[in-house]
């Protein structure tokens, strides 16, 4: 399973070990790209203190999946994993994971490159940030 | 029957994530935002989807569609 959606905090190592230990590409790859997103405790000059995120449940996957299908025929990569958070979420809490592996690290680097800006752009998640003042705002941008 | 979803920002300023709306002549997405919507102008920047693929504004619905509108998308 290449996408996962995780309504619990999640450890981003221990599922890139989990999901490397799960390839049949042993001797295959020789690039792993990895980026993770993490909660800040502060946005727009605001302290954060928490975060709700929202998300379109099925199409989300379906985005989420369309993107890895497009990677996959663009850079000669191997295989990927993209792991991102729904629900509350705490500073200092990872949000999304993506990981790529590939033969060579261009194709991984691109790769991870072109799925967390994708992501960015199209997956149908949105953030409800609490501030330290208890004011809630969706974040625009 | 048209279900109609609406999330983040623009479920709260409607009041509502839902509606199913009838249609008896062919529609778009726009004119389905209208006729469930008829007093709140399609807010600048909404995204819509059909069936869960982005769409524009003007493409023809048809019944049993699922349409979605949403905010721009702040993932990641």
Not at chain 1, 44 to 50: F, I, P, Y
């Amino acid at each position: 399973m290449n996408v996962k959606i995780c309504t619990e905090i999640f450890d981003p190592f221990a599922e890139i070990q989990i999901f490397q230990n799960q390839l049949e590409l042993s001797g295959k790859f020789g690039a792993t790209s990895i980026f993770i997103g993490t909660m800040r405790d502060f946005n727009e000059g605001d302290s954060v203190q928490a975060m709700t995120l929202e998300h379109y449940e099925g199409m989300t996957q379906k985005q989420l999946s369309k993107m890895i299908e497009t990677a996959k025929a663009r850079w000669q990569i191997l295989d990927c994993l993209i792991i991102h958070r729904v629900g509350e979420i705490l500073p200092n809490e990872p949000i999304v994971l993506i990981s790529v592996w590939s033969a060579h690290r261009a194709q991984a680097f691109e790769a991870c490159r072109f799925l967390i800006e994708e992501l960015k752009a199209n997956a149908p998640f949105w953030k409800l940030e609490q501030l330290t003042t208890n004011e809630k705002r969706w974040v625009a941008k | 029957m048209i279900y109609l979803r609406y999330f983040a920002s623009l479920r709260e300023t409607l009041g509502r994530s839902t509606d199913e709306i009838e249609i008896f002549e062919s529609q778009t997405a726009l004119s389905v935002w209208n006729l469930a919507n008829p007093t709140i102008p399609l807010p600048e920047n909404t995204l819509v989807a059909v069936n869960m693929e982005y769409v524009p504004l003007d493409y023809p619905v048809k019944n049993c569609d699922e349409i979605a509108f949403f905010p721009p998308v702040t993932g990641g």
